[in-house]
Every structure is written in structure tokens, then in C-alpha cells.
């Protein structure tokens, strides 16, 4: 595997769509413990999901695959930015 694979990222994503109530923040942080993505998730008053994981390309990738082929779970749009890493973070919440 070449190691750009392996380069450690952070992303802050918004998922707008049906977000809320369907078990997101759940299956979001079950699928970071899975792939081994630190960081941590939490509903907005708009009616979106924020988050903030970190873990390589591939393995948030991962994440967001896993929680998009939930039940009831519908993303209509998707931001992201990075941001800096977060040196020894250990874990995912939802807050």
C-alpha cells in the first residue's frame, strides 16, 4: 500500500438531508470505532449532522459508506473542508 494510503486527514463534514432521528450519530460512531476513525458527531438545530473525523482517505470513505447504507438514512448534500489534525485523539463521540 503506498503511504499517501496511510496519511493521517481531518475532515468537518455537514450532512443535510434525512439526517435526524434515523439513527445517524449511532451508526456513525459504530462504523468510526470499525474503520478506526477518531472524532465525533452531534445533530445541528437546522436539522443537519456535523461531524469531525479523522483517520486516513480510505477509511472515512469507509465510514460514510457504512452510515449512507443505513435504513431510513437519505444525504441529499455533503460539505466538507479540512482541518488540521488532531495530534493523539483517541475515540468517537457523539455529542
Not at 434525512?18 to 459504530?30: E, N
Not at 452531534?42 to 443537519?48: A, I, M, P, T
Request: net charge neutral; proline share 2%; with cysteine.
Amino acid at each position: 500500500m503506498d503511504t499517501a494510503d496511510q496519511t493521517l486527514i481531518r475532515r468537518h463534514l455537514v450532512f443535510h438531508g434525512w439526517v435526524q432521528g434515523v439513527g445517524f450519530r449511532y451508526r456513525a460512531r459504530h462504523a468510526a470505532g470499525l474503520y478506526g476513525c477518531t472524532g465525533w458527531v452531534k445533530n445541528e438545530y437546522d436539522g443537519s449532522v456535523t461531524m469531525e473525523i479523522q483517520g486516513t482517505e480510505a477509511q472515512i470513505d469507509r465510514v460514510i459508506l457504512a452510515i449512507e447504507r443505513g435504513s431510513y438514512v437519505q444525504i441529499e448534500n455533503l460539505e466538507s473542508r479540512s482541518l488540521p489534525v488532531v495530534p493523539g485523539e483517541k475515540g468517537f463521540y457523539a455529542r
